[in-house]
């Protein structure tokens, strides 16, 4: 698991899906989706998403999904998030994905058993950027980390790339202001469209990191899709247990 306990208390992951439904109700972008748990449901719903394409997300406390392997499955199987073109498609990934033990470099050999999926509609992805929201141990403040370097792994960046990653720390009485917006647009190398939709994404956010005492919002990736506009492709939220008194409806994600 990639929940953190320490002597502090413990820190609580809720899945992808769960964090994609709740930035939504805040008004953050993120494709229509949903959350199933066998193959006929997968079928259903799927028929209801837009089309034509559809991706299909093991839904497990662990990352470095997309190049995991399946257990029960060849090795020149798919990983753990899959495209698919259409409802066939969709089917065909949920029967050799639902039930089957998906080993990432997170999850350690034994592995994690997919019992429930994330079906979404599919997007034309232009680049791939990070983001995310985190309490700076160094300033003890609520800090943005943006990089161009999407769907990587942050820590790989950092080591390999650290002039890629901006940090912009927010003064709490003033929140999310234009210079900081700026700064964040710069640093993703953000323009027309999608530096106009910054302007409303990093504020709302900073909004949901604090009103839900979050320890860490990640996004990666945060796309531009091919139209110029933003969506969030991949969300994680980790909350500590404090929180979670707190706010009666994340407890309520507990599994």
């Known amino acids: 698991s990639n929940a953190v306990t320490d002597a502090k208390g413990v820190f609580m992951n809720i899945h992808e899906y769960q964090a994609k439904r709740l930035l939504h109700s805040y008004g953050a ?22 089309g034509p394409l559809y991706v299909v997300k093991s839904q497990i406390h662990a990352g470095g999904r997309g190049k995991g392997k399946f257990k029960e499955l060849g090795e020149d199987a798919k990983g753990g998030v899959r495209l698919a073109k259409s409802v066939e498609d969709v089917v065909t990934n949920a029967k050799e994905m639902l039930g089957n033990t998906l080993v990432t470099k997170q999850t350690g050999p034994a592995g994690k058993q997919v019992n ?13 950027l990070y983001l995310s929201i985190l309490v700076d141990r160094g300033t003890g ?16 960046v950092a080591e390999e790339t650290p002039d890629k990653i901006v940090t912009v720390g927010i003064d709490p009485m003033s929140g999310v202001t234009g210079v900081d917006i700026d700064k964040l647009n710069t640093a993703l190398a953000l323009k027309g469209a999608a530096a106009e939709d910054g302007k409303t994404l990093f504020p709302t956010l900073y ?13 990666n990736p945060l796309i531009v ?17 404090n929180a979670i008194f707190r706010h009666p409806d994340i407890a309520e994600l507990r599994d």
């Open 141 to 156: 403040k609520v800090s943005f980390v943006a990089s161009t370097e999407g769907g990587m792994d942050i820590e790989t």
């Open 116 to 128: 429930r999926l994330y079906i979404e509609d599919g997007a034309d992805i232009a680049r791939e």
């Open 207 to 219: 909004k949901a990191f604090m009103e839900k005492d979050m320890s860490l919002l990640e996004i």
């Open 29 to 50: 972008p993120v494709a229509k989706g949903v959350a199933v748990y066998s193959v006929a449901q997968a079928e259903e719903w799927a028929g209801k998403l837009p």
């Open 225 to 241: 899709m091919e139209d110029g506009h933003l969506r969030v492709l991949d969300a994680k939220v980790s909350f500590d247990n």
